[in-house]
């Protein structure tokens, strides 16, 4: 029998109106606003009235590091919430937006699997309720007006050598990645430098993600450094006078987006910052008002721990003053065998060795989270290829790093193939074991923050930074920004910068070769290996096949 594909799974849902969902999590009609019947932004009056409310449990949902196998991260931050839902407890999904990069590149898709998707699938997984391209439209109103105010004189002296604010848009494109502005004559400027990133590593965007309500995001808009004076002094965002217009612009966006599983549950799916170039978390609002409907909140942070689950504690949790319950770490016997030196092409046949080989991987992700003092349960998320032999070596590795492994059948059975990991993770979280702390106090010299996340996190011996990148990060320390996190961007593949290194590599370093100020959002960047914060196109993009059918439906989409 032929397996049926995500998209086939998705279309056949019996989806409930979205009005019916909100009721189900207390929300009155009246503070909802519909796009379409089956999906609905939810308004900030109702979000400001639940301020008094007890939060409930917040459990994370990370990963190894991904391999080209698929490690199925969102369907199990999905599949887990059916669970939850299914043995009882009011539990609510909260996952990011899905980009058109990486859609029309090599994803395909990014709204679950199987039986453990949210829908509508199609439409979350392209233009959805448009909050992208409020990012995008915010984010180059303020690059316009920019170059607008050097035309008409430059007032406030900005050094064109000097303007450090890019261009974005929600595609890869690595033509766009370095280019020269204002070509043509006088009429269109000086030209200068410049260069495109995608939408989800604008600061615009983590701001959005980070921002509690409009006030607070104009605020962060206007205190971004758009670049510097011929004195070498800060441009602010407020003193170009976006900020107004951008806070507009992003109005309707800053609302988080409600939509339902294939079962019928609760999700909310706001804000998309990847966690390879971005901090990798969907937004703070909707966590927070999550965490005031449900009991059970589940979330997810972009690939593996090293970079997800590390800034989802140290810069989302931080900032926002959550406190997770619980972590589940998602794994595949597949990836453990990639993880060992087989070929893809060869992950059907059973190999226990490799599984053996590659699950140290597996055992430093466990042993980074529970550094935070956060409990950890791996879910081994399940395919039809996976033997009983190749699973037991895994659940028994598990074992001896102090955790539990649990067979995860929820893309192939939805909530009933996940209901084992819904009582461990309600019995983890109800423990009270979880005693969270960042990996480093707010006080830390910024380099220091870099080299703790290097080496207690990807296990690294030395960050190597030429003097400039020193001076610069003692430099934003003598301006005030020394209290900043850090987030790094670097390869998802590796623990390393080379993408190639698979398993549990030590006596690397960590080459930075860019640090950007995110003085808004509030963290400073550190681009570390051949990183592009502008993906480009695989040889052969998911585009290609890409279509609408006879009947009007979208295919190729998974």
């Known amino acids: 029998m032929a397996v049926k594909t995500d998209i086939e799974i998705a279309r056949e849902a019996t989806k409930k109106p979205i009005m019916e969902i909100g009721a189900k999590l207390g929300i009155p009609s009246e503070h909802l606003l519909p796009y379409g019947h089956d999906k609905a932004k939810v308004g900030q009056e109702f979000i400001k009235s639940l301020a008094g409310r007890p939060d409930g449990k917040l459990i994370l949902v990370t990963a190894i590091n991904p391999t080209p196998a698929g490690e199925g991260k969102t369907t199990t931050t999905v599949g887990l919430g059916d669970g939850l839902n299914r043995i009882g407890k009011k539990a609510v999904v909260c996952i990011r937006e899905a980009s058109l990069g990486p859609n029309f590149g090599m994803k395909g898709g990014a709204a679950g699997g199987g039986y453990a998707q949210v829908v509508p699938m199609e439409e979350m997984n392209l233009h959805f309720t448009g909050d992208f391209h409020a990012i995008t439209s ?36 690595r033509a766009l990645r370095d280019i020269v502005v204002s070509l043509g004559g006088v009429s269109n400027g000086f030209p200068r430098q410049t260069g495109f990133d995608i939408t989800v590593a604008s600061e615009v965007m983590a701001i959005l993600c980070l921002s509690n ?43 988080p987006n409600l939509v ?42 972009g690939f593996g721990a090293d970079l997800g689950a590390e800034k989802f504690f140290d810069i989302k949790c931080r900032k926002a003053g959550l406190k997770p319950a619980a972590a589940v770490i998602v794994a595949t016997v597949r990836a453990m065998k990639m993880n060992g030196g087989v070929a893809k092409a060869d992950l059907g046949a059973e190999n226990v060795d ?89 006080e830390m010299p910024l380099f220091q923050k870099l080299e703790t996340i290097a080496k207690r996190i990807y296990h690294a011996d030395a960050v190597i930074a030429d003097k400039s990148i020193r001076d610069q990060l003692k430099a934003w320390e003598a301006a005030g920004y020394g209290h900043l996190p850090i987030c790094v ?16 590599p030590t006596g690397h370093s960590v080459p930075v070769r860019e640090v950007r100020l995110s003085a808004g959002a509030g963290f400073v960047v550190a681009i570390c290996g051949e990183i592009m914060t502008m993906p480009g196109l695989p040889k052969v993009p998911s585009a290609e096949v890409i279509r609408l059918n006879d009947m009007g439906n979208v295919e190729g989409l998974f």
């Not at 590659?358 to 409990?375: Q, T």
């Not at 670097?490 to 698979?502: G, I, L």
Request: aromatic share 8%; net charge negative; hydrophobic share 40%.
């Open 354 to 442: 490799a599984v053996k080989k590659g699950c140290p991987n597996l055992g430093r992700h466990i042993g980074n989270v529970k550094g935070f003092g956060v409990p950890v349960v791996v879910a081994i998320n399940h395919f039809f290829s996976d033997t009983d032999a190749e699973i037991a070596a895994v659940k028994a590795y598990v074992a001896e790093q102090g955790a539990e492994a649990i067979l995860c059948k929820h893309w192939a059975l939805g909530s009933a193939g996940i209901e084992e990991l819904a009582h461990k993770v309600v019995s983890l979280a109800e423990s009270g074991a979880s005693n969270f702390a960042p990996l480093y106090p707010d």
């Open 489 to 504: 961007a670097k390869t998802q593949y590796s623990f390393t910068t080379d993408p190639t290194q698979r398993g549990a």
């Open 260 to 301: 339902q599983t294939l079962e019928n549950n609760p999700a909310f799916v706001h804000g998309g910052p990847f966690a390879n170039i971005a901090h990798g978390c969907n937004s703070v609002i909707a966590t927070k008002t999550a965490l005031k409907l449900g009991e059970y909140v589940v979330t997810e942070a």
């Open 138 to 173: 915010a984010h180059n109103l303020l690059s316009a007006m920019i170059d607008n105010h050097i035309y008409w004189g430059n007032d406030l002296d900005i050094d064109e050598r000097r303007i450090v604010w890019r261009r974005v848009m929600d595609m890869n494109d």
């Open 213 to 255: 309500d409009l006030a607070d995001l104009q605020k962060r808009l206007g205190d971004i450094v758009i670049g510097y004076t011929r004195a070498k002094t800060p441009v602010y965002c407020r003193d170009i006078k976006a900020d107004g217009a951008m806070t507009v612009l992003l109005k309707d966006a800053m609302q």
